[in-house]
């Protein structure tokens, strides 16, 4: 039956799934699953990976699942609309995407679909899908793109298992011609990590390396490389690109690591930190970081059954846990490969794209702290009520402060009312009259530090 949830529904839904972990900093703004989808052979898989898009005041978001490519209008976070599903040739295990311009390009493994482009320029009202070839490969496992030099760099591939392919799409978006497919050492790349055509291959049990294409890219450099403990999954850079965060999926349990890179020129990466959080009990299996991405100074952990954990990574070796949203509350101990495959965090109203792998589309909106590098604020004890509101909405405080403020504010951010009160208001109406049914943020700051973020929801 086909789902698209609601956002009062979503936010009623997230109140009684008492398995649940409880968010930090997040909120479930909407989300989209069909449960008469495909599943993929052999786990219990609808979905797997995530992308996203900005373009002509319009978000996108793009998820893959086990037979199509799904496309949804975001821009309206609250009803997910799908505007596009395109066919594969088999049902798989693993899509995945990357942009350029106004394209998508996708790729999936374990079959022989090869290189799907999609053309976003008409959209919402019209995608089209203006290539749809094997003729340089039949699978990859996972794709990266460099926007700024327009090379495709493909991992695991079955043309170039033991090292990587390179096609080139700087001159026509549609029609990619091939630059380079080499053998490297470490062999077969997972996935990788590239910026002005330096590669970051995370080469499963073989390590960590790094590659200089820009040079020759049919005679690659390498540049440094270095073991790891565990099967090298993915990683991105820092935006300084002093560090690099990696995930080991294999064995569970393994950390987000932080190797410093500010002497790779010398051919040296260094350890220097890890972060793993745990949530689940009860079972002999361990927590698994599956893909991170960095936006700013936050880091986005898809952690399989944990959901969404977000990190602040302004002191790059001492990740802090600031935020976390579980998009798979069916698990009260760690099983396998269940829950949130990636996230995709670069939209410009700041909402999070996830794709839980049994879940479906989670669009997320994380509010950070007021200062993640300060201790903890106390927290403003406060309560709405009614919620959901109508045309009003009371702010109640357990304790009178010594003066307070309140804003209020939709889910791009944008404040639409703020308001002060003296000290010893313990009490507040907030004017709800006039806003479209949906998902808004209340803040309430004290002038002694203490924070709350609370959420209400208008039904009128």
């Not at 998820?63 to 066919?87: C, R, S, Y």
């Not at 993915?234 to 690591?257: C, F, M």
């Not at 998009?327 to 996830?354: A, D, E, K, M, R």
């Amino acid at each position: 039956m086909m789902k698209k949830i609601a956002l009062f529904c979503a936010f009623f839904i997230c109140l009684l799934a008492v398995k649940a972990q409880t968010p930090l900093n997040m909120t479930l703004l909407g989300r989209w699953d069909d449960d008469a989808l495909p599943l993929a052979p052999s786990l219990s898989l609808q979905y797997s990976g995530c992308w996203g898009m900005a373009l002509d005041g319009h978000e996108y978001a793009v998820l893959g699942g086990a037979l199509h490519v799904l496309f949804f209008d975001i821009t309206n976070p609250t009803q997910p609309e799908l505007i596009g599903k395109f066919e594969g040739k088999q049902t798989t295990l693993w899509r995945e995407f990357k942009s350029y311009k106004n394209r998508i390009y996708a790729v999936s493994d374990q079959t022989e679909e090869g290189l799907m482009i999609f053309d976003m320029s008409q959209a919402p009202d019209t995608i089209i899908r203006t290539y749809y070839s094997n003729e340089f490969f039949l699978r990859s496992h996972t794709i990266t793109l460099d926007t700024v030099s327009g090379r495709i760099y493909l991992n695991g591939t079955n043309a170039q298992s033991q090292g990587i392919m390179v096609l080139d799409i700087s001159q026509n978006p549609d029609q990619p011609t091939l630059l380079a497919a080499v053998d490297l050492p470490g062999g077969y790349i997972h996935d990788s990590y590239v910026r002005n055509d330096t590669l970051y291959a995370s080469s499963g049990f073989e390590g960590y390396f790094v590659f200089d294409f820009k040079t020759n890219p049919q005679q690659p450099k390498l540049i440094a490389q270095t073991s790891t403990s565990g099967y090298n999954h993915n990683s991105w850079l820092n935006t300084a690109g002093t560090h690099a965060y990696y995930t080991e999926e294999i064995p569970d349990g393994k950390p987000v690591r932080v190797v410093d890179l500010q002497k790779m020129n010398i051919g040296v990466i260094e350890p220097v930190g890890a972060v793993l959080d745990s949530f689940l009990t009860g079972s002999e299996r361990k927590p698994i970081p599956h893909n991170v991405y960095i936006k700013d100074n936050f880091l986005f952990n898809s952690q399989y059954e944990d959901g969404l954990l977000v990190y602040d990574i302004s002191n790059p070796v001492d990740p802090i846990l600031v935020g976390h949203y579980d998009t798979h509350p069916q698990n009260t101990v760690y099983n396998t490969y269940y829950g949130n495959w990636g996230n995709y965090p670069w939209l410009p109203s700041g909402n999070i794209i996830c794709g839980d792998m049994q879940n479906g589309l989670h669009i997320l909106r994380f509010m950070p702290p007021v200062s993640v590098n300060m201790p903890e604020q106390p927290k403003l004890e406060a309560s709405l009520m009614p919620n959901p509101a109508g045309a009003y909405t009371r702010v109640l405080l357990q304790d009178a402060p010594s003066g307070w403020q309140l804003q209020l504010m939709n889910y791009s951010g944008q404040i639409l009312a703020t308001q002060q009160f003296e000290a010893g208001i313990k009490e507040a109406r907030l004017n709800l009259q006039g806003l479209p049914t949906g998902l808004y943020f209340v803040e309430l700051r004290a002038e002694n530090g203490s924070v709350n973020r609370l959420t209400v929801i208008s039904q009128q």
